[in-house]
């Protein structure tokens, strides 16, 4: 691998060293690592009726799928308050946390890889309706649910939620 990033301290082209048992960029001139970080994602999980809301993307990466409410955290918002943000502008409704339904890691994206953080969500306002990042959007029963789904942990996170559906 060629060292293509540039220190973000003193401006000098990074080097590929081995470093706590990895190749890692480093700086030759001011000894500065650049350590890659995961993304950090957050999705609201809702239900309604035993049903789970889902929105199907218009936008690649996977372009038609379906997934829970969600996208990046903000460098200046909580995990928590992404979630609630995202279901709002991807869904119409107003959303509250009520708690953490699970974390997963993915590596699928091709975006890069990173972490999903799902919390249970209960809605508070708002009207159902999608905007120009979602096709569709809808509740969905567990025997009826939309196909096919994303990666980027969604595909897990609604497994665990079927998981716990089964178990009630």
């Known amino acids: ?71 990046y955290v903000e460098a200046d918002e909580s995990p928590m308050a992404a979630a609630e943000r995202e279901a709002f502008e991807e869904t119409g409704l107003r959303v509250a946390v009520t708690n953490l339904f699970n974390i997963y890691y993915f590596d699928d994206d091709p975006r890069g890889n990173g972490i999903l953080i799902v919390y249970r969500c209960e809605i508070i306002g708002g009207t159902l309706a999608g905007n120009a990042e979602v096709m569709m959007c809808g509740y969905f029963s567990p025997e009826d649910l939309p196909e096919p789904l994303t990666g980027a942990g969604h595909l897990h996170a609604v497994h665990d939620w079927l998981a716990h559906q089964n178990l009630n």
Not at 14 to 37: N, S, T
Not at 42 to 70: D, F, I, M, N, T
């Open 1 to 71: 691998m060629d060292a293509c990033h540039y220190c973000c301290l003193c401006g000098a082209e990074l080097e590929l060293k081995w470093l706590e048992e990895r190749a890692r960029e480093v700086c030759p001139r001011c000894g500065w690592v650049h350590y890659p970080q995961l993304k950090v994602s957050a999705a609201a999980l809702v239900e309604s009726h035993g049903k789970l809301l889902l929105v199907q993307r218009a936008e690649e990466p996977w372009k038609g799928c379906w997934y829970l409410p969600a996208g």
